[in-house]
């Protein structure tokens, strides 16, 4: 459907990786790839114990209070008490609860279990998913401007995890907006186009664009030299001459 998209970014979200893609006139740039994805919002990685999370504690209790209203079968409960050790996988589920086959084939009420609505009118949690999007777009500014590549006209997201984007607000033209802000104050020049960004409407199925393939190029003989990172603190791209010592301990 976006066939026409030359200058585009494609940004695919996942639960523990965030791959992204540039692409310019039917060509792919640049492929990279950072740990930075949706299990970062509902984990703390860097404990030995993962096992409560701020915004899944408090959503947990009220939807399940609202289940064990509706599951007379005792069959979505168990889940509850499985997962309640492991956040991420938690926040998964309750993502997944308002198109819970068992939900609509017992044509039970599922108002109240849509996850990323109760998100969407939570204003004391926005700002985590606030700083989770500008990161990821920092970063992309951020390769933009070392690689001297011109802005994007299209950032096409795909990937179960982009769905929590859209806690920012169900608007596209309002994110877009913001998403040039960071743009321009990060490379430091205006945009020169508009921005579109794709993927995130209610029809779309963020998964589903992930398994067709947000972006397709037969003519890339060797996709892995595309393959690169950008090393944070020294404003470019790592080479292959690159160690360890090479961060600078600013950034350290």
């Not at 030995?48 to 209203?69: E, P, R, V």
């Not at 907006?177 to 960004?197: A, C, H, Q, W, Y």
């Not at 944070?232 to 001459?241: A, F």
Request: with cysteine; proline share 4%; charged share 25%.
């Amino acid at each position: 459907r976006e066939g026409s998209a030359t200058d585009m970014v494609t940004i695919d979200i996942g639960g523990g990786t965030t791959d992204i893609a540039f692409a310019k006139n039917r060509e792919i740039q640049l492929l990279t790839s950072f740990r930075f994805a949706a299990n970062s919002l509902f984990e703390n990685p860097l404990a030995t114990l993962n096992t409560s999370n701020g915004i899944i504690d408090y959503y947990k209790k009220q939807i399940c209070s609202k289940i064990a209203g509706i599951d007379k079968q005792n069959e979505i409960r168990p889940i509850f008490d499985e997962l309640a050790e492991r956040p991420a996988e938690m926040a998964s589920f309750m993502f997944g609860l308002k198109d819970n086959i068992y939900i609509k084939q017992n044509g039970l009420d599922n108002s109240g279990l849509d996850f990323l609505d109760l998100l969407q009118n939570d204003e004391d949690f926005k700002i985590v998913f606030i700083l989770f999007y500008a990161a990821i777009i920092y970063h992309i500014a951020k390769i933009i401007k070392a690689e001297g590549y011109d802005y994007p006209r299209h950032l096409a997201f795909s990937g179960n995890g982009s769905r929590v984007i859209s806690v920012l607000s169900p608007n596209s033209k309002t994110l877009a907006s913001f998403t040039r802000i960071i743009f321009e104050k990060v490379v430091g020049k205006p945009m020169d186009k508009n921005l579109d960004i794709i993927g995130l409407n209610s029809q779309s199925s963020p998964k589903e664009s992930t398994c067709k393939g947000g972006m397709f190029d037969s003519f890339v003989s060797n996709p892995s030299e595309l393959i690169k990172v950008y090393m944070c603190g020294n404003e470019r791209l790592v080479t292959e001459k690159d160690t360890y010592k090479t961060i600078l301990p600013e950034y350290q």
